[in-house]
């Protein structure tokens, strides 16, 4: 059976056992975190079957934040410049991060000390610590939550893409023809909004999991207080000798991967294999940087202007229409 067969029945089946115990048992709530403390991810990939029953409950979750874009667009100025990302007619597509699929897969054959493996990886925000598309978005659209989730407001995102400029996986998507532009000064003020992973923050707020957590059949994916999974990392890598990614990356984030394969390996196979998306390599602390941390603190009150303005000025023209 190919590798694309095998993930497409097993994708099926997951998904309808999945669903099956989810609708049949009591539903996993998230582990208490002390108050101010951030929640982390681990995610087992040595284990990960490639099934996708995570991606589609993605979706299928978080369906209702989905972009409904309006039609025909405005013409950009310039138009040369400002370029049209349109995905609302593409919206099956879920092997690459759109603003309609904030998760998908990435599979990579490699060989490590004479061993061959077959790795999935769930690719989506890694939700850093010290997120540089929060600290550096100009109209604070970006906001980390004191649970460490880092989120995008819709209503108050212009499109602008820096949050995507600066991320160093380049995670944030963009959709033309929704968000508070189109109410402004649609030819001149950005080109939409831009989507990501939330980490289903609603259904944290209720005490739920996250919609791919709790789907997966192999429960390769945990959620709990950052000092918790930390050690829970840990300890799966050093039950089958594995290697960590994501708790020193850009400072540090709040997802950890464990692989029996070193990262740079990893990496290395994607560039080969052409895979698309974000890369598996060392990243520094961008918000280390000098430029970058002055200006974070330039824009922190001129944000929050210009995010309470654009949110006014936006209500104030929905009450003219």
């Not at 979750?61 to 995905?87: G, H, L, T």
């Not at 789907?215 to 050690?231: S, T, V, Y």
């Not at 941390?293 to 309470?308: D, R, T």
């Amino acid at each position: 059976m190919s590798n694309i067969s095998r993930r497409s029945f097993l994708k099926k089946a997951a998904a309808s056992a999945g669903g099956l115990a989810l609708a049949a048992s009591a539903p996993r709530a998230v582990a208490a975190s002390p108050k101010g403390a951030e929640l982390a991810t681990v995610l087992d990939i040595g284990r990960c079957i490639g099934c996708g029953a995570c991606v589609d409950a993605c979706r299928t979750i978080n369906n209702f934040k989905f972009p409904r874009p309006e039609k025909p667009f405005p013409a950009m100025s310039p138009q040369d410049r400002v370029k049209v990302e349109d995905w609302s007619e593409k919206q099956n597509v879920d092997s690459r991060l759109t603003p309609y699929n904030w998760l998908f897969l990435q599979t990579v054959d490699v060989s490590y000390k004479g061993k061959d493996y077959l790795i999935h990886i769930p690719r989506r925000c890694m939700h850093c610590q010290n997120p540089p598309c929060a600290n550096l978005c100009p109209f604070g659209a970006a906001r980390k939550l004191e649970n460490g989730i880092t989120v995008i407001h819709p209503d108050i995102c212009f499109g602008g893409a820096k949050c995507k400029a600066v991320c160093p996986w380049k995670i944030p998507q963009r959709q033309t023809g929704v968000g508070l532009y189109l109410k402004m000064m649609p030819r001149f003020a950005g080109n939409g909004v831009l989507f990501k992973c939330d980490r289903c923050f609603d259904r944290i707020d209720k005490g739920k999991l996250p919609a791919c957590i709790e789907i997966c059949p192999e429960q390769i994916q945990h959620i709990g207080p950052r000092e918790a999974m930390l050690e829970k990392a840990r300890a799966i890598a050093k039950d089958y000798d594995g290697f960590i990614y994501g708790d020193t990356e850009n400072g540090g984030t709040n997802t950890f991967y464990v692989s029996p394969v070193p990262f740079e390996v990893l990496d290395r196979a994607l560039k080969e294999q052409a895979q698309p998306g974000p890369h598996l390599a060392s990243v520094k602390n961008s918000m280390a940087i000098s430029e970058n941390l002055g200006k974070a603190l330039l824009l922190a009150p001129l944000a929050g202007a210009l995010a309470a303005g654009a949110s006014i000025a936006g209500k104030l023209k929905n009450s003219r229409d």
